[in-house]
């Protein structure tokens, strides 16, 4: 069974940052592209990052610079670094198994998502 558990996330001041962790398990963690997207009050699922299984990471424009993506394979983790965090940012922060279109279509691929807040 595909278990992907996020946490890490909380309660930070604007300018702050955190570090969000997703543990998988119940496949080949090293075979899957991974992806991290969000969801804003209010508002659709949001794209952030996807890192592929060699290395290459991608990330969402209004993100660059701020936001950093990373895989520990021999731990089964993916790692999405949070700086320069903005009130915009407030969110639901969940990883997914596979590329940025699978995680935004399909719910059976992301995790059950950790909370961002960030407020003064």
């Known amino acids: 069974e595909v278990q992907l558990v996020e946490s890490g996330g909380g309660l930070v001041q604007p300018g702050g940052s955190l570090t969000l962790s997703c543990a998988a398990s119940?496949?080949?963690?090293?075979?899957?592209?991974m992806t991290w997207v969000r969801q804003a009050p209010g508002k659709g699922l949001e794209w952030v990052s996807t890192?592929?299984?060699?290395?290459?990471?991608t990330l969402a424009d209004s993100m660059k610079g701020r936001f950093t993506v990373s895989r520990d394979n021999a731990k089964n983790t993916m790692y999405l670094r949070l700086n320069s965090l903005q009130t915009e940012d407030t969110a639901m922060y969940y990883c997914?198994?596979?590329?940025?279109?699978?995680?935004?279509?399909?719910?059976?691929?992301r995790g059950q998502g950790t909370q961002v807040t960030v407020s003064s």
């Open positions: 119940g496949f080949t963690f090293s075979n899957y592209p």
């Open positions: 997914a198994k596979g590329d940025k279109y699978t995680a935004q279509l399909d719910p059976s691929s």
């Open positions: 890192i592929s299984t060699n290395n290459i990471k």
